[in-house]
């Protein structure tokens, strides 16, 4: 009796144990788990935040560490998840490759306790090799492995004898190593119970012989992955022997005429095979339909990526009518519109994937009707501009998703696709649909989980009825015109979503976050926008979020405009991948909350905010931050030297507009392998700059270090950036040359390196620098002759302000050129005739040199030409009426020279402003685009999501590298103005001051009625002041003095309204000053040097009884004048003459008159009398006064 007793406790016992399972487990085992932490501890990595549950505690259950699991039974471990253990795969995603200083070797014997192991992933750890004598051999005791994964390692083919013994093996992936010159028939023939392999681009079926890459017959073999391989023709052969293979996937490599179909046709429990990617043509598969006939069972067939076009359909559908899944996208030789006819006797399809096809016009869906299980249509990325119909899409009533994104689609929404009511996933973004959404047809999709709608221009107002499509995980309706408020219902009753873009529309009102505080599962937010009464407020509540978000845009939307404060909720979140909060004006300090809380935190943008304080880094090494802007805030302090221990991986960093000082950290300099933008312009940095910046950042791309107080001889070193495309040191203390140090950045595009105290001659070498389109070198102490040439690619070249001398460059080679500026040098000699020949040229500015000679007529061919500068140098003769073919002209400059003659009348023809011509030809645009890239899927999706990227609207992109801007030195309103970016569009001006011109000035120039500045002083000019001037309604500034006008001015130029300078000083005007309008507000100074002239505001006051002297004359140019013109010549000579006459008169006549001579000097003498006595009485009383 009590030996039933104790059996039925041993009994009891081991059913408790079944049900609850062993709760600890083996000693062995765990201590084995704690030496492979000490493993990677010895390896260099933070062990602890690597495994942080791996503990030495006793009463620590190793079954419940995080990459383990045990057999609930026995407690023995069973499944090792060691991928990815040091957490870098983001950087295979990213970069396509291991990081360099990142390969290790592996001790495969850490595995020996694990007698139990059943599964073993060590994949993406980029392992280099085993350890010596530490190798796979190890694995033999693990008898009961069934599942191993090494792939995205770098093992060789000598991995092979002995993974090839683990006969118990029923996975294997070998994906992305480096099996070249593998033996498989040998080397894995033993693997009998093998069900899956994965060798992708693995090239383990290149092989150099014949003999080698054979397939061993494995036939329990079902899933065999052999994509990216570089296939050849007799290892295909062998696969025919895989008699049991249901999943072949032999893709992207280069397969075309001399695919074995009649080797493989024995595959007749084929279910899957994978032949995208490669160079198949119609004819060719059309000669292997016979022999794919026979894969009966075939129900996914893809050739997306091919040569194909669509004629292929109708031999697919008699080879293989029972396919359920046809991927045929990317393949360009399809042509025009396509006949849905032959696709109609794939009876059984449920997915139709024709993306990227150049498929246009209309589709005629009608012709699908025996397609009824259709539920996948994927037609994205075509030129398609409609679906024809005569009844809708109602034969594919069981249609669940419906991609026609990016295609041609206009007018409203079709109002078919509302009748598909087991619709689960819409696209319809990038096309050009218009109209609000349908009220009604929205309601009846009441199965909808995805809709996508972004990228149109559907305007109005967000239907009420979408508030009640509760079963919505992603709806996406940004980049559109929807106008008015988000409905509070339609956030609070939509707790279904996890993927919500609002962005870029036309919305208002504000929207409270606290909306979201029931959604748990919300993953993704973008609300950003760039309307100004539109905002989004945080803290109008209190509220705990749910939801730990992966996503958060909300960049331009007036995010709590009222306080600033930066959004609370975000201390909350631990999963944060991109934060994107630009141009919020939010205040306070940095938030190091987001660095500290979220590890993978990979892309945070907080430009053009208010934030003070430094700029900290996070308390551990972030290896996912890949992208890092604060510019524009009020940051200060020194950056901290361990920038790159914080952030060893990032790719971007931009911190410019702010206060930092001090050095620039030398540790950027070792981002050496991943660093590709660095933006630290607008700073108070000093010191010289890292030697490692430019020694050790072989990826950098993008260097701007402008305005700043740096110093030195940067370029005394070589640089190592092979791949420097932009480079900005303008506004600093830089010296020396520019030497060889930039002679091996063969990409370099642009170079900026005016404003600073660098010398020296123009490299030999950077003529040829093929790709370089921008070089700025102004305002320098460089000297010597300018190379002959320049690259065919400039676009922009600024030598001014510098030393150079000799004669003119040539830039006959540079066909692309649009802005020349070689002013305030030492050029001399006269101007070639082919010394340009583009035709997009927009600015020359010569000014300030010592050429000489006459213009070229060369000139005449720059059609394009806005700004045109040879002030200040010697030319001389006529003005040449070839430069009135420069139609588009809005700023000419030709003072200080020794031009002669008249002004052209044809001058007329110019636009000197008109908007017709000149509106935003200097529009400022970004140089270079840097992608924004970040590695996060909408996985869930069954509409395809591209890697999320950040919206790029309302001037956000990459707006920290703005094309230099361009601008001229122009005298205006008596000073000396530089002008320059946009502001070149509006401005207009002609200046032809200190020449020698003659003549009177043209009445056509009156006809420049969008002209805001003429300066025609210190020159010869006579005649009248033109009242054609009258019509200068855009003129600021008009200056006519220092010439010989005569006349009046006239008083019909108080009409310019714009009128702010105005000089006719040093003239021979006359008549009266008016003090109307514009005019009273003018001093003296202006009117200087016309002793003709009166009027209230100069000394020469006005009788108000009388009109001033002078005899009238008429304007020969104009026809009409007032009676009191007077010519100054003619009052003088008519004077002289008049007084002559008299005296001679007068002289005559006492010569002929006796009587009248006596009388006359009879007169004389008692006039003489009189005077004489006079002043001798006045002198004696005088005389006796002072005596007294």
């Known amino acids: 009796m009590e030996g039933l007793w104790n059996r039925s406790w041993i009994w009891a016992l081991m059913i408790l144990i079944q049900i609850h399972g062993y709760k600890c487990c083996l000693e062995k085992e765990r201590m084995g788990l704690l030496e492979f932490k000490r493993f990677l501890r010895s390896n260099n990595e933070d062990a602890d935040r690597l495994l942080p549950s791996w503990v030495n505690d006793e009463e620590s259950d190793c079954c419940y560490w995080e990459r383990v699991v045990c057999n609930s039974t026995t407690g023995t471990v069973t499944q090792l998840s060691l991928n990815n253990i040091r957490q870098i795969e983001f950087y295979h995603r990213v970069y396509g490759l291991a990081p360099p200083d990142k390969t290790w070797f592996l001790n495969v014997s850490l595995f020996h306790p694990f007698e139990e192991l059943v599964s073993l992933d060590l994949s993406e750890n980029w392992f280099a090799d085993s350890l010596e004598d530490q190798g796979f051999e190890k694995l033999k005791g693990l008898k009961k492995l069934e599942m191993l994964n090494i792939g995205q390692n770098y093992f060789?083919?000598?991995?092979?004898?002995?993974?090839?013994a683990l006969t118990s093996l029923r996975v294997l992936i070998l994906r992305e190593t480096k099996l070249e010159g593998s033996y498989l028939d040998r080397d894995l023939a033993n693997l009998t119970n093998l069900e899956v392999l994965d060798l992708g681009q693995s090239g383990s079926m290149k092989m150099k012989d014949s003999s080698s890459g054979k397939f061993p017959k494995l036939e329990k073999l079902k899933t065999l992955m052999l994509d990216s391989n570089e296939l050849e023709n007799h290892s295909l052969q062998s696969l025919g022997a895989?008699?049991?293979?249901?999943?072949?996937?032999?893709?992207n490599n280069q397969l075309s005429e001399w695919f074995p179909f009649n080797e493989l046709d024995t595959l007749q429990n084929l279910q899957i095979l994978d032949l995208s990617r490669n160079e198949f043509n119609t004819m060719e598969m059309v000669k292997g339909s016979k022999s794919i006939s026979n894969w009966k069972k075939l129900v996914t067939l893809d050739l997306s990526g091919n040569q194909l076009d669509d004629s292929i359909f109708q031999s697919l559908s008699t080879a293989l009518p029972s396919l359920q899944n046809l991927i045929i996208g990317q393949n360009y030789n399809f042509k025009g519109s396509l006949s849905a006819k032959e696709l109609s006797n794939f009876k059984d399809l449920e997915t139709l994937d024709l993306r990227n096809n150049n498929l246009n016009g209309s589709l005629k869906i009608q012709e699908l009707a025996n397609m009824s299980n259709l539920?996948?249509?994927?037609?994205?990325d075509n030129q398609l501009s409609g679906i024809q119909t005569t009844q809708g899409l109602v034969p594919f009533n069981n249609l669940e998703v419906l991609d026609l994104s990016n295609n041609r689609f206009t007018g409203s929404i079709p109002s078919?696709?509302?009748?598909?009511?087991?619709?689960?996933a819409l696209s319809l973004a990038d096309n050009q649909l218009t109209g609000p959404l349908p009220v009604e047809g929205f309601c009846k999709l009441k199965n909808l989980q995805e809709l996508d709608l972004s990228g149109n221009s559907l305007d109005g107002m967000f239907p009420p009825c979408l508030s009640n499509m509760r079963s919505l995980k992603l709806l996406d309706l940004s980049l559109n015109q929807f106008t008015g408020k988000i409905p509070s219902s339609l956030i609070s009753n939509l707790t279904s979503l996890e993927y919500l873009d609002l962005g870029y529309n036309r919305l208002e009102g504000r929207l409270s976050f606290s909306a979201f505080s029931n959604h748990s599962k919300l993953e993704v937010v973008v609300l950003s926008s760039d309307s100004d009464i539109f905002e989004v407020e945080t803290e109008s509540t209190s509220w705990v979020p749910q939801f730990q978000l992966k996503i958060l845009s909300l960049a331009y939307c007036n995010l709590n405009k009222q306080t600033g404060i930066i959004p609370k909720f975000l201390s909350q979140q631990y999963d944060l991948i991109v934060v994107d909060l630009p141009h919020n004006d939010l205040k306070g300090e940095f938030p190091s909350v987001i660095l500290e809380n979220n590890r993978r935190l990979e892309f945070l943008n907080l430009r053009n905010n208010s934030l003070r304080g430094e700029?900290?880094?996070?308390p551990?090494?972030?290896?996912y931050t890949l992208w890092v802007d604060a510019s524009h805030n009020h940051l200060g302090g020194q950056l901290q030297e361990n920038m790159k221990e914080m952030f060893p991986y990032l790719r971007y960093l931009n911190l410019s507009g702010n206060g930092f000082e001090g050095h620039i950290p030398s540790s950027i300099g070792n981002q050496s392998s991943t660093l590709d933008t660095l933006d630290l312009s607008n700073n108070n940095f000093s010191g010289e700059v890292p030697v490692l910046l430019v020694q050790r950042c072989p990826r950098l791309f993008i260097l701007i270090l402008s305005n700043n107080r740096l110093h030195g001889p940067i370029f005394s070193t070589r640089f190592n950036m092979p791949e420097l495309s932009f480079l900005g040191l303008n506004n600093n203390h830089f010296t020396g040359t520019l030497s060889n140090g930039l002679s091996e950045c063969n990409h370099l595009r642009f170079l900026d390196v005016s404003n600073n105290y660098m010398s020296g001659k123009i490299p030999t070498w950077m003529p040829n620098m093929t790709d370089l389109d921008t070089l700025i070198l102004s305002n320098n102490s460089f000297h010597g002759q300018v190379p002959h040439e320049f690259t065919w690619a400039l676009k922009l070249l600024d030598l001014s302000d510098n030393l150079f001398a000799g004669s003119l460059p040539s830039l006959k080679t540079s066909k692309f050129l649009m802005h020349v500026h070689l002013k305030g040098n030492r050029f001399t000699g006269s101007i070639p005739e082919d010394f340009l020949n583009s035709s997009e040229l927009l600015t020359l500015d010569l000014g300030d040199n010592s050429l000489s000679g006459n213009i070229p007529k060369s000139f005449s061919a720059l059609s394009s030409l806005r700004i045109f500068s040879l002030r200040e140098n010697n030319f001389k003769g006529q003005i040449p009426n070839f430069l009135c073919q420069l139609n588009k002209i809005s700023i000419m400059d030709l003072s200080s020279n020794n031009f002669s003659g008249p002004i052209p009348q044809c001058f007329r023809n110019l636009s000197f402003g008109n908007r017709g011509f000149n509106e935003d030809v200097f529009r400022q645009n970004s140089l270079m685009g840097v992608e924004r890239f970040v590695t996060y899927i909408y996985r869930k999706s069954r509409i395809e999501r591209d890697f999320y990227k950040i919206h790029e609207r309302g001037g956000e992109k990459n707006d920290h590298q703005q094309e230099k801007q361009n601008q001229i030195e122009f005298i205006t309103k008596n000073r000396h103005n530089t002008y320059k970016g946009?502001?070149?569009?509006?401005?207009?001006?002609?200046?032809?001051?200190?020449?020698?011109?003659?003549?009177?000035?043209?009445?056509?120039?009156?006809?420049?009625?969008?002209?805001?500045a003429l300066n025609l002083s210190y020159n010869h000019l006579t005649g009248f002041i033109p009242k054609s001037f009258s019509k200068l309604s855009s003129v600021e500034s008009l200056d006519l003095s220092y010439n010989n006008l005569s006349g009046e001015i006239p008083s019909e130029l108080v009409g310019l309204n714009f009128l702010a300078v105005f000089s006719v000083a040093h003239n021979n005007l006359s008549g009266k000053i008016?003090?109307?309008?514009?005019?009273?507000t003018f001093d003296e100074s202006s009117y200087d040097g016309n002793p003709f002239l009166c009027g209230s505001m100069i000394k020469n006051k006005c009788d108000t009884n009388e009109e001033s002297p002078g005899s009238p004359t008429v304007s020969p140019d104009e026809g009409e004048g007032k009676w009191y013109h007077m010519d100054p010549v003619v009052f003088s000579a008519s004077f002289v003459a008049s007084y002559t006459i008299i005296l001679l008169g007068f002289a005559t006549l006492l010569y002929i008159n006796p009587y009248w001579r006596w009388r006359w000097f009879n007169l004389i003498e008692e006039c003489l009398y009189s005077c004489y006595y006079f002043a001798s009485d006045v002198l004696l009383k005088l005389s006796a006064y002072f005596h007294k």
Not at 416 to 424: G, K
Not at 615 to 618: E, G, I, Q, T
Not at 1074 to 1080: H, I, L, S, V
């Open 1074 to 1080: 008016t003090d109307k309008n514009q005019f009273g």
């Open 416 to 424: 078919y696709i509302w009748n598909l009511t087991s619709l689960q």
């Open 615 to 618: 700029f900290p880094l996070p």
């Open 156 to 164: 060789n083919n000598s991995i092979f004898p002995s993974v090839g």
């Open 242 to 251: 895989l008699t049991s293979l249901k999943n072949l996937s032999l893709a």
């Open 375 to 380: 539920k996948t249509l994927i037609l994205r």
């Open 982 to 1012: 946009d502001i070149l569009n509006f401005m207009s001006g002609l200046d032809l001051s200190c020449n020698n011109l003659t003549g009177d000035i043209p009445y056509e120039l009156g006809q420049l009625s969008s002209i805001h």
């Open 620 to 623: 551990y090494p972030n290896i």
